[in-house]
């Protein structure tokens, strides 16, 4: 099992330990809950992230392990950044698809940090995905990770 995690990509390999550590730590907070507080109430809140966790670790397991998975390599070309906090809120991809130029906008949940304009980037997305035009881009809002190279 060990050999076909270190065979995945690096940033989905970053994404099962990031989703099984927040696991192991929520089954900390569970036994320690047992343990000093006594309250079903936790108890049962922190077993059902626990498994949440597990859950979704095991998924992004499989759909590595089973090769279930698109990677969708593209130059970055706009950023689009929230007013107030300046955090990147989408990517504006050029990319290739049968000798056609593509843009793919992806839509980010979670913090990157900014890169420069130009910067080569990999966004892994599972197969069954779905992608919507609008503006003359596909628009991608779920993804498995994303990659800055």
């Not at 995945?8 to 320690?32: C, D, E, M, S, Y």
């Not at 670790?57 to 590595?64: C, E, V």
């Not at 991809?93 to 420069?116: I, S, Y």
Request: aromatic letters at 10%; glycine letters at 4%; charged letters at 15%.
């Amino acid at each position: 099992m060990l050999q076909k995690f270190k065979q995945f990509p690096v940033p989905l390999q970053k994404q099962i330990l990031i989703r099984a550590g927040f696991a192991a730590a929520f089954l900390l907070l569970t036994v320690l809950c047992v343990i000093f507080l006594r309250d079903w109430s936790a108890i049962l809140v922190s077993i059902l992230i626990t498994g949440f966790c597990v859950i979704q670790s095991l998924w992004l397991f499989y759909i590595a392990d089973n090769q279930k998975y698109i990677v969708i390599n593209g130059i970055c070309c706009d950023m689009t950044v929230t007013p107030i906090k300046r955090r990147v809120k989408a990517i504006l991809l050029r990319t290739t698809v049968d000798n056609n130029e593509v843009f793919v906008r992806v839509m980010l949940r979670n913090r990157l940090k900014k890169f420069p304009p130009g910067a080569q980037m990999s966004v892994y997305v599972s197969e069954n995905t779905l992608m919507h035009e609008k503006d003359g881009a596909q628009q991608l809002y779920g993804y498995l990770a994303v990659a800055c190279e």
